[in-house]
């Protein structure tokens, strides 16, 4: 995966050039950068990108720490001393010279911090393999980044141009970063990463330099995390002759790719920071549900949402992050790891030293049971339905849609390579047959092909509703529904072990409902000739599955609500998701066992019988208060994916 984060001038000379550049370690005072990363036995940094030849550098090349200091601590030319001296030289004054190395005008942010991983199962075959395995993977991991940087410049880096930046260029000659490799993590277990130092400054078509927007390149950061592991799993899997298999980490969630035949034991052999980041989110979660104000009165909402739930699990993971160790060798860690693996990871000898071996023989199954052919009919529907449900409100950019494409891809191929640009193929055809362009303009920004707003072609049952503004008033009319959390439902048990925090249904479950019923229904449409769009309810259905949780009136009955006692119960026709498993294509890679179709069920009617009484609940209140309209905010309190602060206060997390 891949995360971004933004360099300043000032801490690249107090972080990156003491720590970063040296394997993450930290650098002795007053030693030069070639020697400190021979002591630390991390490889020196190296230059990348297509804007190299602009600056008198080539790809490949060592990066000083001159060059460091000047583009990233000074937003300057990396070879601004020599220039500014060959302007004083040649009798230019102090000034004169000094702007000559420059690049544009003096930013306070002068790059950007992109940090590649592969998957966990590629690091332990980097960790526990033969010379042979390590230097395969590394290759795939070098490609990997080498095509999302290729991808940003092409795609993602663009320059504001004019009063405000109201227009937007692509840098002409491309941008220019300096790549460090690092071999483990904090806790000192092995964790492949390379730190791509991205810098800012870019030329623009008139020859002037710019500084790329920080804002769009954090936009697209999920999808270009969404190409590094689909490339770097493709590039390891067919040099090593391996294949990739779903797991899932947390039910409910998306899975994640990894290598097949890898013992998971050996991902909880690496995963000691996980276990303690788990234990710290469940104290966090439990002061978030009960944290009262000054009155007595909860501060938020009785229930951890979704974004909350990120939240705190970045606080979590602050909270117990250790100190950085002393960098040592690659050859050094390997001989270590093994022995630790050997030792504590409860997974036999023969099968760590044989690793590569476990994982060809599941490759050869999986690679002879599932057929590497993507449907691209098929995937559009999977890519709208899903980005459809995961995205509040149910708008979404292109941007959404591509990150979505490429994780279908590599779950659709299981480590096979794919034709250059498929996943624009996909995208392109889920544009033009299952989206709708909702976009209202009132910038050239969003007349952009990137910005423009779509949402897909089946209708709502109600409009999503709108936000309030952070600077309204409080409604002092306004109360939340009563429901199973509010706060006249029973407390949570205080002793620890016992805590049963409520948390919101992940939205996964529902996007996978969504597809597979889409996807059923596209294979019906093809069989029958019908239009997939010829009825506006069935579809809204499908992509929105809580809809299904409510009956609709019958339109021939003079009654708009049923009897009471008389409503079918809602359930979820799991004909169709079984059918779907004798595909060979997308059926069997969406991996639906029986277990897997059993918890989608349960999810589904649990949501439903909490659908219900809630309906019952605003059907009985609108009974005993038939004067007091429902009020937008009101649809909007129910839903526990947007909590907003209890009694018009901020909330913190």
Known sequence: MMDIALITAGQMYRYYLRQVVV????????????????????????????????????????????????????????????????????????????????????????????????QPTLTLLWALGDEETRRAIEAAHERAIAAVLSWIEDEAAIIRVGAQGVYKVRPVHGLVAARFRHYEARSGMPLLH????????????????????????YEHAVAASALYNEVVMAEACEALGLASEPRIVTVGRRPVMDVAGVPHELIRWTSRRSDQIAA????????????????????FLPVVSERARVKLNRIAAKMTRPPKQKARPLAKLREEWKESAIRTSEVAADVINSLLEYARAAAAAIRARVAAVVDVALAAVDVVATVFVMNGGGRFHRR??????????????????????????????????????????????????????????WALAEAPPTRRRPDAEPDPDH????????????????????????????????????????????????????????????????????????PFPDTDSKSSRPEPGTEPRATLDMTALRALKKSRTDGEALDLT??????????????????????????????SDGARPVREDDQQAHRPQQPRPHRGREASH
């Open 194 to 217: 390379d730190h791509l130092l991205l810098s800012v400054k870019a030329q623009r078509p008139d020859g002037k330099w710019g500084s790329v927007h920080s804002q769009v390149l």
């Open 594 to 623: 029986a277990e897997r179709l059993r918890h989608l069920q349960e999810a589904f009617t649990a949501a439903a019988d909490r659908a219900r009484a809630t309906m019952d609940r605003y059907a009985d209140r609108e009974d």
């Open 400 to 457: 959404h849609l591509l990150a979505e494409a490429r994780r279908h891809l590599a779950l659709v191929l299981r480590g096979r390579r794919r034709d250059p640009g498929l996943d624009e193929t996909i995208v392109d055809t889920a544009i033009a047959t299952h989206c709708l362009d909702i976009s209202e303009p009132k910038t050239l920004r969003g007349h952009m092909p990137a910005y423009r707003l779509y949402t897909a072609r």
């Open 479 to 550: 109360q939340l529904p009563a429901g199973p959390s509010a706060p006249d439902a029973p407390r949570l048990p205080l002793d620890p072990g016992e805590w049963d925090i409520p948390r919101v249904p992940l939205l996964y479950d529902r996007a996978v409902i969504a597809s597979t019923v889409l996807r059923a229904r596209l294979h019906a449409a093809r069989r029958t000739g019908r239009a997939l769009y010829d009825d506006v309810v069935e579809h809204q259905q499908a992509a929105m599955p809580e809809q299904l949780l409510i």
């Open 280 to 299: 710290c989110l469940e104290d966090l979660e439990h002061e978030y549900v009960t944290a009262v104000d000054d009155d007595g009165e909860p501060r």
């Open 23 to 118: 394997g993450d370690g930290r650098r002795p005072a007053r030693t030069p950068l070639a020697q400190a990363q021979e002591e630390a036995g991390v490889p020196a940094g190296r230059w990348m990108g297509r804007g190299l030849a602009v600056l008198g550098l080539a790809a490949g090349d060592v990066v000083t720490e001159a060059q460091l200091r000047n583009l990233f601590g000074e937003g300057r030319h990396p070879h601004a001393d020599r220039i500014e001296a060959d302007q004083l030289a040649a009798g230019k004054k102090p000034a004169a010279a000094r702007r000559a190395g420059a690049l544009g005008r003096r930013v306070k942010v002068t790059g950007f911090d992109l940090v590649f991983r592969p």
